[in-house]
């Protein structure tokens, strides 16, 4: 039997390759969205992959989206918690509004869907768990102190988790990429854009398929003993 994977915030962008990719290699998978309607049809006609509309940032949807995942697709194997957003302001403009919002989204989100998986993971002694945090959450990014906070969180998050699946065979892993080439750095003006294209020593934007690529090698049996890791995929932009 194919194992299963969900991967949320996978219609479009870096969660939609990673849906893909982990598609090629032979995974059942179902992309969660939250509204987008219009993406996820599109996604769906594309690739024959299911989508599952709930938003991660509300625990209640996230208990009751997973079951039903569950109950078409079978125990979910491997979580990849992709969903993401930004609310940019420097702080002194910030709203709580705008703090609240990405925390929810980008923090509470992966808290929201790791731990209804999480049982049934350690019962059936497997389960890979992959978040994408960010090279922000590695070295904060003025006007970005929300999103920084929530994706540094995320990493202690994956740390702590990693210590307590070990032993019931499930591994915690998390992926900074730099930034990449999704509508999330397309929505940037394009003078903000080349001034960040000019600060990355590979020269370019990073590719969805790139990062793709490392969620399959870390939900693969042959990463089994990498857990409570980070891997880095920016192009050199920051080494921690
Ligand atoms: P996109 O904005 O291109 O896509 C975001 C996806 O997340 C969409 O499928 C969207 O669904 C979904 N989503 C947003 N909010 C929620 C929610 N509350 N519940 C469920 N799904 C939600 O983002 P990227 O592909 O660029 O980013 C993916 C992840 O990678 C994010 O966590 C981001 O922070 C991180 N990242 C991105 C970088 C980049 O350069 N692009 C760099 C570093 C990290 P819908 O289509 O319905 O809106």
Redesign the pocket.
């Known amino acids: 039997m194919a194992r299963v994977a969900l991967v ?10 990673i849906c893909v990719a982990l598609k090629e290699a032979g995974y059942t998978v179902a ?7 219009e ?2 049809a599109k996604f769906t006609e594309e690739t024959g992959i299911k989508t599952y ?6 625990y209640d949807a996230c208990v009751a989206g997973i079951a039903k995942v569950e109950e078409e697709l079978g125990p979910i194997d491997v979580l990849v ?6 609310r940019d302001s420097m702080f002194h403009r910030m709203t709580r509004e705008q703090w609240q919002e990405v925390i ?3 923090l509470s ?1 992966v808290f929201n869907m790791t731990h209804p998986v999480w049982p049934g993971m350690r019962e059936r002694k497997f389960g890979r768990v992959v978040t ?6 590695q070295k904060g990014q003025a006007g970005q102190a929300n ?1 920084s906070a929530a ?1 540094a969180g995320d990493l202690g998050f994956t740390k702590a988790l990693a210590q307590e699946g070990a032993r019931a065979g499930i591994t915690v892993n998390a992926i ?10 397309m ?1 940037v003006p394009e003078k903000v854009r080349d001034a960040i294209i000019s600060q990355i020593p590979v020269g370019r ?2 590719e ?1 398929e790139e ?1 793709a690529r490392c969620v399959v090698f870390l939900a693969s049996d042959d990463a089994g003993f990498i857990t409570g890791s980070t891997i880095t995929a920016n192009g050199g932009q920051f080494f921690v």
Request: hydrophobic share 35%; proline share 3%.
């Open positions: 949320t915030g996978g219609t479009r962008g870096i969660g939609a390759a992309a969660n969205f939250a509204g987008n309607e993406a996820a509309k709930w938003s991660v940032a509300d918690n992709n969903a993401g957003i930004t929810d989204t980008n989100g994408i945090s960010s090279i922000n959450g999103y994706k900074c990429p730099g930034y990449i080439g999704t509508d999330m750095v929505a934007l990073g969805p990062i």
